[in-house]
């Protein structure tokens, strides 16, 4: 069992209803701990309109994550 923060940004923060949690997970990468949320608090966004980072660090969907590491979820941003 791992405990792990996630960092909820927009869109996600929104629909969580919070700006951050710590969850305790048996799952072994980012996209189980996404699925595992999306369907906890019914995302609306799916992984492909988003980017993971992992402790700080742009990560990809199958890489694998440890006890105490720190989860975000990045939408893209539009400027001008």
Do not use: C
């Not at 048996?26 to 992984?47: D, G, M, P, Q, R």
């Not at 660090?57 to 440890?66: L, Q």
């Amino acid at each position: 069992m791992k405990n792990i923060t996630i960092l909820y940004f927009a869109k996600l923060r929104e629909e969580a209803n919070k700006r951050d949690e710590l969850l305790k997970t048996e799952a072994n990468t980012a996209i189980e701990v996404f699925n595992f949320l999306k369907e906890k608090y019914n995302f609306s966004l799916s992984e492909d309109y988003l980017r993971v980072a992992i402790n700080d660090e742009f990560a990809e969907w199958d890489d694998k994550i440890t006890d105490n590491d720190i989860l975000v979820f990045i939408q893209p941003v539009a400027g001008g």
